[in-house]
């Protein structure tokens, strides 16, 4: 049913192996049509890693069902520790593949490239230049749903994992809120290994177009500036250059505001730190999205990855200490104020031209809207490039946050990010800013595993007391602004949205009406701006004015037997 695809041939083809290699990697064994299961994977590389000394393969962690997440270490000096590598002052290139586990071109491209930089020695240079973390399935339960009917919109392998994991989270969604053990594991390993850039490949939906390889990241706008105008002024041009060289047409990140009508524009969208890209630059650590087109041949797009991961190594083995002195520069930026949401910059967006794909869009008799059907013809247009850039929400940046002791599981949290934080031996007492949010509601739907939740917080000024064992989060630290992001509840990736405080929006102490009768009657007599509002309320509310419980507890909330801290984001600010 998908869309015919255009014969290519590209010079990437001479990097598979000859057939009687005895190196091949189980995608070149089967005619570049099919990806390995996840003990295959791992077989082959734990027999490469008993080949070669550069080679060493380590476990991040468990999955929700047992399976080891695995990363190999490629280094020429095999130099196998943290420590060691950053002491061999090479860049260190991260890459992980099968975040969606039907998304899985990083796998076999990795294996191949592992390969030729070590036992076959065809990419031996690339380890004289740089360093290699590998993880070859980072959705390793994903992973083994193993089907032909995972991925309707791909054009191979002929089977794939599925998107989601075993207790079916999008661990491309959890990065914030680090629910999955996978999650968990890869967070810690950015912690420990430090890389100077993390890539994180995936394969598109969506549209039709001539690019193969596409990739991106947050722009130069949003929190890490002088990292993001390095890759695209000096990685990209280097990138570009080798995958044309190799027959592959490469491009930006695409996503179509309207699949149908191009015109409306490409966006640039400012990805949410709940995402890989968004994560890595709130946290200032350089971070490249690769999307592969799915339409594209399963052999393309593969290969296409290779083009790109050699690239990557040889370009930052001989600039690194420019990419480096960049995020050191975004890690030093101590903003007053701090955006949490972003939009669309003002005035009419640049265009650039766009390498499409011919489309005709017919009436649908099945949907009753419109049917797209692309051509197959190649067609360049000029088009928006609508970049998410203007500040849409802006929060104060504090001296620090505290949390209370209780709060165990967010403190855990912030910890597993690696957020620098002070436990107090004694009890202190403290003038801060706390958020109320009165019209706390939970959205109608769950996501991702959670009960989100929505509304306005509004800041009250509190003398607060808090116990041995609290936390205070400085946010004069290199991930201080990630710690906005969390505490702040006006993030939209923030605990308080997630549902980690739902407790606190739960009223638990209540009122009889015999005792609330004479109480109001009593309030209304004293205090006539009291009674002004209550008579507004009746007036503009029937469902309130016609609720006995509801009129009365709307005294209640305004007596000092009410609970001063219904719904109170238990996150003070300093």
Not at 563 to 572: E, F, G, Q
Request: proline share 7%.
């Amino acid at each position: 049913m998908l869309p015919a695809a255009r014969a290519w041939t590209g010079a990437s083809r001479t990097l598979v192996a000859p057939a009687d290699d005895a190196w091949l990697t189980p995608f070149e064994a089967s005619g570049l049509t099919r990806t390995p299961r996840y003990d295959e994977t791992m077989a082959w590389l734990a027999r490469l890693d008993k080949a070669s000394q550069q080679v060493e393969m380590v476990s991040l962690g468990k999955s929700g069902e047992g399976r080891d997440v695995w990363m190999v270490i490629a280094s020429q000096e095999g130099a196998l520790t943290p420590d060691r590598l950053r002491a061999s002052g090479k860049p260190v290139v991260l890459v992980q593949a099968g975040i969606h586990s039907g998304e899985i071109d990083g796998k076999d491209a990795g294996m191949m490239l592992l390969r030729d930089m070590t036992v076959r020695a065809t990419k031996k240079d690339l380890l004289e230049k740089a360093s290699f973390l590998f993880i070859p399935i980072f959705n390793v339960d994903g992973h083994e749903r193993f089907s032909r009917f995972a991925r309707i919109n791909q054009r191979g392998p002929l089977e794939q994992g599925w998107r989601t994991t075993s207790s079916n989270l999008n661990l491309n969604r959890d990065y914030t809120k680090l629910d999955a053990p996978e999650t968990q594991a890869l967070v810690r390993a950015l912690n420990l290994w430090q890389p100077d850039l993390y890539i994180d490949v995936h394969v598109t939906d969506g549209i039709d177009y001539q690019y193969d390889v596409t990739w991106g990241g947050n722009s130069a706008g949003n929190y890490s500036p002088a990292t993001q105008r390095w890759l695209e002024s000096v990685l990209r041009p280097a990138l570009e250059r080798d995958l044309r060289a190799m027959g592959h047409v490469p491009g930006p990140l695409l996503f179509a505001s309207n699949n149908t009508d191009l015109s409306e524009g490409i966006i640039n969208w400012a990805s949410s730190p709940r995402f890989s890209n968004g994560y890595g630059d709130v946290r200032h650590l350089p971070t490249i999205l690769v999307e592969n087109h799915s339409l594209k041949p399963y052999d393309q797009r593969v290969l296409g990855t290779y083009v790109f991961l050699e690239s990557v190594l040889r370009t930052l083995g001989a600039r690194v200490k420019e990419l480096r002195r960049a995020a050191e520069q975004d890690r030093s930026l101590r903003p007053a104020e701090f955006p949490v949401e972003w939009k669309a910059a003002d005035g009419p967006p640049p265009t650039f031209e766009f390498l499409g794909i011919g489309s005709r869009a017919d009436s649908s008799a099945v949907s009753g809207g419109k049917r797209v059907t692309w051509t197959g013809t190649p067609i360049t247009q000029s088009v928006p490039y609508v970049q998410f850039t203007k500040p849409v929400r802006m929060v104060r940046v504090p001296k620090a946050y505290w949390i209370a002791p209780q709060w165990t599981d967010v403190i855990a949290r912030l910890q597993l990010h690696g957020i620098q934080m002070e436990r107090i031996a004694k009890e202190r007492e403290l003038d801060v800013e706390m958020f109320r949010v009165p019209d706390a509601a939970l959205e109608p739907e769950p996501f991702e595993g959670r009960a989100r939740v929505t509304g306005t917080p509004v800041v009250e000024r509190r003398h607060e007391r808090f116990p041995a064992g609290s936390v205070r989060i400085p946010i004069d630290q290199p991930l201080g602004e990630l710690a906005v992001v969390l505490l702040d509840p006006a993030s939209d990736d923030s605990f308080f949205r997630w549902g980690f405080f739902l407790s606190a929006l739960q009223p638990t102490e209540y009122v009889e009406a015999y005792v609330m009768e004479p109480i109001a009657q009593r309030m209304l007599a004293a205090d006539p701006a009291l009674r002004a509002e209550f008579a507004q309320r009746l007036k503009d509310d029937p469902k309130f004015a016609a609720d006995p419980q509801a009129r009365l507890l709307w005294f209640y909330r305004r007596t000092p037997f009410s609970d001063d801290r219904w719904k109170l984001v238990p996150v003070a600010r300093e």
